[in-house]
C-alpha cells in the first residue's frame, strides 16, 4: 500500500481506469489543497453552528429525514465502536444550502470513479434506493476515535471520499486517521501527509480504517467544538434496504 500525493489538477487529468487499477491495487491517493483552507473554515464554522442550534437526533433515512446530528458512544450493538458526532447533511432534503458548492465538486468526481451517470441528481431521494449526504464527522478531544474497519461494497460508494477539515499540530495534536492493507499489518499515518482541504481517495472495502484516539490525555466534553473534523461524501441507502455492513478489525 502506499500513499500517493498528486497536485488536484494532475488527479483531475488522470483517466478514471487509471485510479482505479490504482485504487484496486490498495493505493491511497491524497489530492493537495483540492478545497482552500478558507473554503473549509467556513463549513466549519456553519457546522458548529448547525450542531448549536439543533437538537440532537436520530431518524432513519428516509425521504422526509432533514439533517440533523447524533453523538456516538461505544455501544455493544455497534457494528463498529466509536466516539464522535457525527453531522448528517442529507441533499435530497435541501435544508443545507451552504454545503451544495463543496457536493457539486466532489460528487461528480466519485461518480466518475464509480461508473456512474456525471448528471446523477444530487438531490435524488432514498425511496429511489439511494440518497446522497455529506458527513461532517467531529472527533472530540479526550479521546475521540473510530475502531478500524472496511466499509461495504456499493457502486455509489466504490471510492470514499474524505476532505481533511483540521491540522494536526493546531486544532489538535495526538491521533487521527490512519489506514492499513491487512489486519496485521503496520499502520499509516494519514495524518502524516493530509493537510487541510486535502482530498483522500481510498478503496474503504479493501483498506481497514480508523481514527486513533484524538488527544486521549485532555478531558473529554463531548459538546465542545475541540478535536480532530473530517468531510464525507456518501450514498445513503434508504431505510429497510438490504445491503452489506461494516466489519470492525
Request: charged residues 20%.
Amino acid at each position: 500500500m502506499n500513499i500517493l500525493e498528486v497536485p488536484t489538477r494532475d488527479f483531475l487529468a488522470m483517466r478514471a481506469e487509471d485510479i482505479n487499477a490504482s485504487l484496486n491495487d490498495g493505493n491511497c491517493f491524497i489530492v493537495s489543497n483540492f478545497f482552500s483552507p478558507e473554503k473549509v473554515r467556513d463549513i466549519l464554522s456553519r457546522s458548529i453552528d448547525f450542531v448549536a442550534n439543533s437538537e440532537e437526533s436520530w431518524s432513519p433515512i428516509l425521504d422526509d429525514t432533514p439533517s440533523h446530528f447524533r453523538r456516538y458512544s461505544p455501544h455493544p450493538q455497534s457494528k463498529v465502536q466509536q466516539r464522535l458526532t457525527r453531522i448528517n447533511l442529507n441533499l435530497w432534503r435541501e435544508d443545507t444550502p451552504w454545503i451544495l458548492e463543496m457536493a457539486r465538486i466532489v460528487f461528480p468526481l466519485k461518480f466518475r470513479l464509480g461508473n456512474i451517470a456525471l448528471d446523477e441528481p444530487l438531490n435524488r431521494k432514498p425511496s429511489s434506493g439511494i440518497g446522497y449526504q455529506i458527513n461532517i464527522n467531529h472527533y472530540p478531544a479526550g479521546g475521540g476515535f473510530m475502531a478500524p474497519h472496511t466499509d461495504p461494497i456499493h457502486p455509489h460508494n466504490s471510492v470514499q471520499t474524505l476532505v481533511n477539515a483540521s491540522t494536526r499540530g493546531v486544532d489538535f495534536r495526538e491521533g487521527g486517521l490512519f489506514v492499513k492493507s491487512a489486519p496485521d499489518a503496520d499502520e499509516v499515518s494519514v495524518e502524516d501527509y493530509w493537510r487541510m482541504g486535502d482530498l483522500l481517495c481510498f478503496d474503504a472495502s479493501r483498506i481497514i480504517h480508523g481514527v486513533n484516539p484524538v488527544d486521549p490525555a485532555e478531558p473529554f466534553d463531548a459538546q465542545s467544538a475541540k478535536g480532530r473534523y473530517s468531510i464525507a461524501f456518501v450514498g445513503a441507502y434508504a431505510h429497510g434496504t438490504a445491503q452489506s455492513v461494516s466489519v470492525q478489525y
